[in-house]
Antibody, heavy 120, light 111 residues
Framework: QVQLVQSGAEVKKPGASVKVSCKAS????????MHWVRQAPGQGLEWMGW????????NYAQKFQGRVTMTRDTSISTAYMELSRLRSDDTAVYYC?????????????WGQGTTVTVSS | QSVLTQPPSVSAAPGQKVTISCSGS????????VSWYQQLPGTAPKLLIY???KRPSGIPDRFSGSKSGTSATLGITGLQTGDEADYYC????????????FGTGTKVTVL
């Protein structure tokens, strides 16, 4: 079946980096954009950016530019999101989600989420 | 801060209907497709509506979406206890800081 499986929970210190993986299965990985969305505790959804797995092209939310890097490895159908210079307010659940195009037409498959905790 | 405004909460009895509004502007809802997501406690969001008013396979027709101008609406009829969740609208914002945007979220309570 079509699914996205993310890597496990992470605990990081302020100033460190975290890299979350998202492995796709059951569909053509390069045929859909991969978006990253995060949700801080008790808060709403926040869009972080997307990667086009076919071309490797990316588009990051202005808020995260300079701190986020999205990459992919087509040989293993996996997308990655790396966030650097972590702060306590980066503590959140991070989701990957696929969409047929780049403009949030509708993200129909989501990963299970990866909890990232930033604490000294 | 989200650029899309939703009511914090709506409620109704089982079997009744609720509507959730999502208010934006010409740079987002006014010129882009809207999608809606349901998030049950402790789970990932689930797509309910895409392209303003289309339902993915498996989503019952109790859920409907519409868009008019710079606002969108999600309707849920025949409310069930399993519908108790948070609901978010989402779209693209074509302003200078172009990117995806979500609504503030609405908690649906089944009385």
């Amino acid at each position: 079946q079509v699914q996205l499986v993310q890597s496990g929970a992470e605990v990081k210190k302020p100033g460190a980096s975290v890299k979350v993986s998202c492995k796709a299965s059951g569909y053509t990985f390069t045929g859909y954009y991969m978006h990253w969305v995060r949700q801080a505790p008790g808060q709403g959804l926040e869009w972080m950016g997307w990667i086009n797995p076919n071309s490797g092209g990316t588009n990051y939310a202005q808020k995260f530019q300079g701190r986020v890097t999205m990459t992919r490895d087509t040989s293993i159908s996996t997308a990655y999101m790396e966030l650097s210079r972590l702060r306590s307010d980066d503590t959140a659940v991070y989701y990957c989600a696929r969409d047929r195009l780049e403009r949030l037409y509708g993200m129909d498959v989501w990963g299970q989420g990866t909890t990232v905790t930033v604490s000294s | 801060q989200s650029v899309l405004t939703q009511p914090p909460s709506v409620s109704a009895a089982p079997g009744q209907k609720v509507t959730i509004s999502c208010s934006g502007s010409s740079s987002n809802i006014g010129n882009n497709y809207v999608s809606w997501y349901q998030q049950l406690p402790g789970t990932a969001p689930k797509l309910l509506i895409y392209d303003n008013n289309k339902r993915p396979s498996g989503i019952p027709d109790r859920f409907s979406g519409s868009k008019s101008g710079t606002s969108a609406t999600l309707g849920i009829t025949g409310l069930q206890t399993g519908d108790e969740a948070d609901y978010y609208c989402g779209t693209w914002d074509s302003s200078l800081s172009a990117g995806g945007v979500f609504g503030t979220g609405t908690k649906v309570t089944v009385l």
